[in-house]
């Protein structure tokens, strides 16, 4: 089992910045992918990005240029840093850890982008 907990989360002004936390314990040599996901108001949950146990990279082309997920593995913590955001970033953030036998989430971080 892995357990996640996500936070970072806030309020923000159109153009700033926040970063996400996300704080893995349990079973982590399962881990091969973590990632970020978010779901708006009335819309499906989206993936975000993810980063692989290998250290590649993938995000959503909304967050290509704007953010970037990264890791530290000594501390068991991937973040997901947000330049430039916009009210349309404005959702819950959940972070996810993808493996053997796990699919674990965490509980999710509101993001508010508003002026």
């Known amino acids: 089992q892995v357990q996640l907990v996500g936070s970072g989360g806030g309020l923000v002004q159109p153009g700033g910045a926040l970063r996400l936390s996300c704080a893995a314990s349990?079973?982590?040599?399962?881990?091969?992918?973590m990632g970020w996901y978010r779901q708006a108001p009335g819309k499906q949950r989206e993936q975000v990005a993810i980063i692989t146990r290998g250290g590649s990279t993938s995000y959503t082309d909304s967050a290509k240029g704007r953010f970037t997920i990264s890791r530290d593995m000594a501390r068991n913590t991937v973040y997901l840093q947000m330049n430039s955001l916009k009210p349309e970033d404005t959702a819950v953030y959940y972070c996810?850890?993808?493996?053997?036998?796990?699919?674990?989430w965490g509980q999710g971080t509101q993001v508010t982008v508003s002026s």
């Open positions: 349990g079973s982590i040599s399962s881990i091969n992918v």
């Open positions: 996810r850890a993808l493996g053997v036998g796990t699919n674990s």
